[in-house]
C-alpha cells in the first residue's frame, strides 16, 4: 500500500517514482498516530523515509492511520526537547463533514447508517465548501476525500492555509457556518438583513437540489410529523394560514409553492423573520461542520487512502467533475482489493516483469506501483498524482518567482 | 502586510518627533534618563487609566457617548493626553508634549510589569487595545490617513471601476456600507488574516482571499496590527525581565505594579469605637461586602476561623472602625464559645491580633485587604473561608448563598454573568447594587472597606462618615501632581516618600 500526505511532496511517490524534496524536514517532522488493536492509540509518530513508514506500518498493522502536523522537532523525539519549543509550525486546513450531525433533518437514516438519499447531503456541502474555499478565499488546493463510512473529509493544501494560525482556522470556520445550535435549539439558521454574497451563493446551490432532495426524496412537507417539523420553522402567523392551507393540498411541491407565496409576502412587509423559506432550504440541507476539527493546528485527520475499520472501505480521494455520480457503495474495499490483486496475472503484466529483471529493486517498487493499477484503486490514485502534480506544479511557479526576485535590489 | 525595516537608531531628537503625533505603536522605547518618582507616578498613573477602561469597558458600550466622556474625563485628571491637537497655547497643567512622552514611558514600564504570566499580558493587551480604539477614534480623518502611512499599514485601495464592479456586493455584505459609502470612500483590499474578526462575522466582502473594508472601518484592522506587535513585543520582553529584575530600585516597584491597589487603603480609622460589638451582626446583613458576610457567618457558627480568615476579616473591621479592645474582645468571646479556652486564646490568638492593629513586632500598621488583594493572593483551600465569593466559590455554591440571601433570581443569572466574566469585582458591586435597591453604585468597587462606606452612606448614615471621604490619598499621589517640572529637592523628597511608600506596598503582601 502507498500511503501519500497531500502535503508531503517529500513523501510521494508517483507512477515514474519521482519524488520532490520541497522544504528540508518536513516528512520527518510530520506527525502520525496509529490506532491498533483494543484501541491501543500512539500519537507523535514519526518517519525518516517512506520506507520507514511501511515497514512500521507492516509491522504494527494499525487498525486507523491518522496524520497531523509538520511540527518543530521530529515528534518521534518530543520528549527530548525542551519544553515549551516543541510546536506545531503547519498543517493544512480540513474539514470534516459527518452525516450524523444531519440527524435531526434526515428521516431515512440516523446515527452511522447513509443511504444514497441523504447523500445528496454530502453532494451540496461540497459544492457549497469548494465553491467558497476557492472564490471567497482564494485557495486553490482542495483535496476531498471519502471519510469511509459516513462523511467527507476536505484537506486544503495551499501553503498559505498550511500557514494559518488558530484564531484564523476559526475564523474560516466560523464564516462558513451558518447551522447553529444543539438539542435544544429549535430553529438553527437565522437570517437578517443584508443577506451576505456567501449566503446567496450557499442559497443558490441548495436550491438546485432542494426540490429532488427534500420534497420528493426526504419527504419533508409529505409525513404529518415531518410537515409539523418545517412548520415550527416559521412565523406563527404564516404557520397559522399554512396549516389551514395544508388541509387542501397534499402534494409537497405545491405544498412548497404555497410556503415560498407567504415568504414572498412577508419579505414585501416585514422586518424580521421574512426569511423563513430561506431559513428552512438552509437547516434542511446547508453543510454542518465541527469547528473544533478545523481549529486547531494540532489537530490529526484520518489519512487518505487508509481503510475503515469497521466498514473496509477505502478513504478515497472524490474527483469533483464526478461528484453527482460519486456512489460511496461503490467505493472499494479492502477485501476487493485483496481479491484484485490476487487475480492471475495477464500476459502483458508477465511480459513486463521480465524486461525490467535488470534492476532488480526498482522492478520490486515498480511491480508494487502497478499492483495498485490492477485494482480499482486506479482511478482514484490516479486522480491523487494530478491533485499533487498541480501542486507541485503551482510551487516550481513559486519558487521562480521567488528566484526571480532576489535578483532584484 | 509590508513593514520598512527602519533600523535607524533613534536619538532623541526622533523622539522629540514622536511626540508631535497624538498616536503611536509605541515601536520604540523611551530613551532617556528619568527619576525613579517620576518612573514610579507615571506607571501608577497609567494603571489608574487602564483600570478606569477595564470598568468602563464592562459596564458600557465601547465607544459609546457616555463611554468616551468618561474615559475623556479620567485621562484629563491623569495628565494623559486627549487632545489630537497639540494646542499648548490655552492649557496650564503640563504641555500635550510632555502629555506624550508620559504616556510614551508609562506604557513601556508597564510592559515590564505586565509581560510576566499569560493572564497579566492577556489583561494588558486588551486594556491598551482598547485605548487605543478610543484614541484613534477621536482623530481627524485625516491625522488617520497620516497614521496608517506613517506605520507602513499598506493596504491598497481599489480603483473605482473596481469599486463599481464590486457595487452591489460590498453594500450586501455589510450594514454599515450603502451605495453612497461606496461611492465616497476608499475601499482598501486587505488579506483576509488581517481582518479575522470581520470574517469570523461576516461584516464584510471576502473575495480571493481578500476582504475589502471601507476606510471608515479600517480601525478594526489597526487594532489587530497593534495587538499582534504588543503581544509579541511582550514575549520578548518577558525574556529579557531577569536582567531587569537585577535591578534592585526597580523589582519590587514591578512586582507591586501588576499586583497594585491604587487607591484609599482605609487603614486611617477616623471613627474608632463608632461601631460597638452589638451592631456587626446587623451590619454584617446589611453593609458587608459578601467575603465578609461570609466569613462573619463562619465565624458565628464554627466560633472559629483559619489564619487568612482571621486576617481578612480582622483587618477589616479594623478599617470599619473597631479599636484593638473592641477587636480583642470580639474575637476572643467567639473563640471561646468554640474549642479554644480563654488561656488559649491569651497566647496563640491575642498576640496576632495585637500585630494587626501594629502593637507587637514591626509594628507596621497593617491595611485592609483591598479587592485585588482578595482576589489575588492566597487562595482558600479546604476549611477556608477567605478570599472572594465570586472569585473563588463554585458558581453552583455561590448561587446557593445569593438565594439564601434573597437576591432575586435575574439579579443572580446577572451576577453569575459577570463572574463567568471573570468580573468579579462587578458581580460585587452588582451585588451591592441588589441589595441596596439600586440602579447604579456611582463608585468603582476597588476595596471591601470603600464598600462598607459606600453602603453605611446609602443607608443613611451619612453625617459621620462624610469625613472619611476627605482622608488623605497616599504619597506616591502627590509626587505625581507635581509633575515633570518639579525641582531636585522635590525629587530628592519625592524619593524618600518612595522608600517609605515601598514599605508600605510591602507590607500589603505580608501576613502578620
Known sequence: ?409 | MQFSSRRKKYNTNSQTELYLHPLQFYGQPPLENISLSEFEAFAVDRLKLLKTIENLGVSYVKLSEQYTKKLESESKALNFLYRPDADDRKSSGPTEYEKRRKDHISHFILRLAYCQTEDLRRWFIQQEVDLFRYRFNELHPKQKLEFLHRNNLQYDTISVEEKKALQDKLVNSSYAVSGITVEDQDFYKVPFQDALDLVRTRKVYLKAGYVFIPHQDIVTIVLNDFRTRLSKALALTARSLPAVHSDERLQPLLNHLSHAYVGQDYSIQKNVGKISLEQIDSLSGKSFPLCMRQLHQSLRENHHLRHGGRMQYGLFLKGIGLSLEQALQFWRSEFIRGKVDADKFDKAYAYSIRHMFGKEGKRTDYTPYSCMKVILSNPPSQGDHHGCPFRHSEPELLKQKLQFYKVSPSGISQILELVKGMHYQLACQKYFELTHNMEDASFSLNHPNQYFIESQKVLGGGKDLKREMDIPQRSQENSATRGPSAAPEAAANASQELAEVTEELDSFFQDA
Not at chain 1, 500500500?1 to 519521482?18: H, K, N, Q, W, Y
Not at chain 1, 487498525?63 to 511540527?71: S, T
Not at chain 1, 423573520?273 to 465541527?290: A, H, N, S, T, V
Not at chain 1, 472499494?332 to 532488480?360: A, G, H, V, Y
Open chain 1, 1 to 409: 500500500m502507498i500511503l501519500c500526505s497531500p502535503g508531503d511532496t517529500s513523501a510521494f511517490t508517483s507512477v515514474e517514482g519521482r519524488i520532490l524534496q520541497v522544504q528540508k524536514n518536513y516528512f520527518q517532522n510530520r506527525e502520525f498516530s496509529f490506532t491498533l488493536k483494543d484501541d491501543i492509540y500512539v500519537r507523535y509518530q514519526s518517519f525518516s523515509t517512506q520506507t520507514e513508514l511501511e515497514k512500521e506500518m507492516q509491522k504494527m498493522n494499525p487498525y486507523k492511520i491518522d496524520i497531523g502536523a509538520i511540527y518543530s522537532h521530529r515528534p518521534n523525539q518530543h520528549n527530548t526537547v525542551k519544553s515549551g519549543t516543541f510546536q506545531a509550525l503547519e498543517k493544512e486546513l480540513v474539514f470534516d463533514i459527518d452525516m450524523t450531525d444531519y440527524d435531526d433533518v434526515r428521516s431515512c437514516c440516523s446515527a452511522a447508517d447513509i443511504c444514497c438519499k441523504c447523500w445528496t447531503l454530502m453532494t451540496i456541502a461540497i459544492h457549497i465548501l469548494d465553491r467558497a474555499l476557492r472564490e471567497d478565499f482564494g485557495f486553490q488546493h482542495l483535496l476531498w476525500v471519502y471519510s469511509g463510512r459516513r462523511g467527507v473529509h476536505c484537506w486544503v493544501c495551499d501553503e498559505a492555509a498550511r500557514k494559518l494560525s488558530v484564531a484564523a482556522r476559526s475564523a474560516v470556520a466560523e464564516y462558513l457556518s451558518l447551522v447553529k445550535g444543539g438539542e435544544e435549539t429549535l430553529k438553527k439558521v437565522v437570517l437578517t438583513d443584508p443577506i451576505h454574497p456567501f449566503i446567496r451563493e450557499s442559497l443558490a446551490v441548495v436550491e438546485r437540489y432542494f426540490p429532488r432532495y427534500a420534497l420528493q426524496e426526504q419527504d419533508i412537507l409529505g409525513r404529518k410529523e415531518s410537515v409539523d417539523k418545517v412548520l415550527a420553522l416559521m412565523p406563527e402567523d404564516v404557520r397559522k394560514e399554512l396549516q389551514q392551507d395544508f388541509q387542501n393540498e397534499k402534494k409537497p411541491e405545491n405544498r412548497w409553492k404555497l410556503v415560498k407565496e407567504q415568504a414572498n409576502r412577508k419579505q414585501g412587509t416585514a422586518k424580521r423573520g421574512q426569511y423563513f423559506e430561506k431559513e428552512i432550504m438552509l437547516q434542511y440541507c446547508y453543510p454542518r461542520l465541527d469547528v473544533n476539527v478545523s481549529k486547531g493546528v494540532n489537530h490529526l485527520l484520518k489519512s487518505p487512502f487508509s481503510v475503515h475499520p469497521k466498514t473496509g472501505r477505502i478513504s478515497v480521494p472524490m474527483d469533483l467533475k464526478e461528484l453527482e455520480t460519486f456512489d460511496p457503495f461503490a467505493v472499494p474495499t479492502i477485501s476487493q482489493i485483496c481479491e484484485e490483486l490476487d487475480r492471475p496475472r495477464t500476459e502483458e503484466e508477465k511480459s513486463e516483469d521480465t524486461k525490467e529483471k535488470e534492476n532488480e529493486k526498482d522492478a520490486a517498487e515498480r511491480r508494487k506501483i502497478r499492483d495498485y493499477k490492477r485494482t480499482s484503486l486506479a482511478k482514484y490514485v490516479k486522480y491523487f498524482d494530478q491533485f499533487l502534480e498541480k501542486m507541485a506544479r503551482s510551487w516550481k511557479g513559486e519558487l521562480l518567482k521567488k528566484s526571480d526576485l532576489q535578483k532584484d535590489f
